[in-house]
C-alpha cells in the first residue's frame, strides 16, 4: 500500500467521519450542557494507560496528545492510524428506571496520518471529535403568564469536529518543540415537542441549531535525559490558550401539522473555550518498563457561565499508567518491540457542576498491543472502565466500559522503481 492510496483512504474517511459519529445512538444525559461532552481520550498508543502518553513518542505510531512528539517518528516511513470505540453505559439516578438505563454505541473516533518530513521536523493531519452532544429526556414546561405546565420532550445530538494539521520540530537531541493548528468546527440540535392535553401527539415543535467554529492552537513540549545506565526521564507540556467559538443560532417553528410558523437567525454569539494545560512525567528502566504520570486542568470558572442548576467550574484530572514492553531479536541480532501490557488509573472532576455538585470521573484501563519487524500493520486494545457521576443521589450516574481498537500501518514513504 503506497502513499498515495493512503491518502486517498485517509480523504475518503475524512468525509465519512463525521456523518458516521452522529449515527451513534449512545445516549449522554450530561452533553445537554455547554458543548457536549468534552473528549478525554486521544485514541492511541497510550490509551491502555490511561491516556498518560503526554511525555513519551514512538517510532512507528503516532502520539495525537503532543505535537512534539512528532520528531520521534521514523524517516522516511509514513504512519496511517484508524481508531475506533465500542462504548457501553447503564444509568442509575432518579427517573432512571430499565431498560431505558442503558445504551451503546460503535464509532470510528480517530483517523491520522503522519510523517518525518525532514530530519528534524514531523508531521501529522488528522480528524477527531472534540465534543459530541447526545440525549432525550422528558420533562414539564410552564405556560407563560399561567401557572399550569405542559409534558415537553427534549432530544439533542451533534458534536464539535477537529481537524487538525500538527507539526513538531527536533532543537536538540533531547528536545522537542510543536505546534497543533487545528480548525474546530460542527453543529449542536436540540428539539423541544411540547405535547397536547393528553401526551398522544405533538402539538408544536421546536427546532434550536448552533454552528460553531474557529481556529484552536495547542504549543507543544518535550524533553529529557538519561538519569543513569538503567533509568531515563521524559517530560511532556502542553498549552491551549482561551479560545472563541463562534456561534451562529437557528430556530424553526412548526405546528402539528407541519405549518412552520417561525425560521430565523435569533443571533450570532461566541462560547469561550477556556485555557487548558497538561504536564506530564514519564519514567523508563532498560527501554522495557514505563511509569507515567499526567495531570490536566481546565479553567472554566473564569468564563462565568451558567444556568438553572447547573455552572461550569474548573476541571483537573490526573492519569497514572505503567507498561512492560517485549523486545526480541531478529536474525540479524536487532531488537524490535513484539507486544506490550498496558495498565492505568485516571481520576478527575468534570466542567459540570449540577445542584451544586461537581461531576467526577474516575476508572481504570487495560490494554495489549502487537506489533511485528516483518509486518507493517500493529494492534492495540484497550479496554476502559468507570464511573462518572457523583454520590449525591439526586444528580445522574453514568457506569460505562469502552473498548478500543488502534490500527496502525507503516510504510515506506517513496519506493524505488522496478525493474523486471
Sequence with gaps: MGLKKSIIAAAGFF???????????????YSVLGIGDMENSNFNRYTGMANAGLALSDSRNINNSNAASLTGLNEH???????????????????????????????????????????????????????????????????????????????????VNQFYWANGYQLSKHTSIGINSSFLFGSLRQTESLLSGDNSTVALTTVQNTYLRNYYFNFALQTGFRINSKWQSRYGLTYSPKTDLYAEYATEVTSDDGIALKSEITSNDYF?????????????????????????????????????????????????????????????????????????????????????????????????????????????????????????TNVLSENYVNLNIVLSYIDLLFRGKKYF
Design 272 to 392: 469561550t473555550l477556556p485555557r487548558n494545560i497538561n504536564v506530564g512525567i514519564a519514567f523508563i528502566r532498560d527501554a522495557k518498563y514505563t511509569y507515567t504520570i499526567n495531570a490536566q486542568t481546565q479553567q472554566w470558572g473564569v468564563l462565568k457561565y451558567q444556568g438553572t442548576n447547573y455552572k461550569l467550574v474548573n476541571s483537573n484530572k490526573l492519569s497514572v499508567g505503567f507498561q512492560s514492553s517485549r523486545k526480541e531479536k531478529d536474525y540479524y541480532h536487532r531488537e524490535y518491540e513484539k507486544g506490550y501490557f498496558q495498565l492505568g488509573f485516571y481520576a478527575g472532576r468534570s466542567y459540570l457542576k449540577v445542584k451544586n455538585v461537581q461531576i467526577t470521573d474516575i476508572g481504570g484501563s487495560i490494554g495489549y498491543g502487537i506489533s511485528s519487524r516483518t509486518s507493517p500493520i500493529s494492534l492495540l486494545l484497550a479496554l476502559e472502565g468507570g464511573r462518572r457521576g457523583a454520590s449525591n
Design 77 to 159: 516511513f509514513y504512519t496511517f492510524e484508524i481508531a475506533t470505540r465500542f462504548r457501553q453505559s447503564v444509568f442509575k439516578g432518579a427517573g432512571v428506571t430499565a431498560p431505558d438505563n442503558k445504551s451503546g454505541d460503535f464509532a470510528v473516533r480517530r483517523i491520522n496520518l503522519a510523517m518525518k518530513v525532514a530530519r528534524r521536523w514531523g508531521s501529522s493531519v488528522g480528524l477527531q471529535p472534540f465534543s459530541t452532544a447526545n440525549y432525550s429526556y422528558t420533562a414539564l414546561k410552564n405556560i407563560a403568564g399561567t401557572l399550569d405546565n405542559i409534558a415537553a420532550v427534549y432530544e439533542g445530538d451533534g458534536g
Design 15 to 29: 468525509i465519512v467521519l463525521p456523518q458516521f459519529a452522529l449515527a451513534q445512538n449512545n445516549s449522554s444525559p
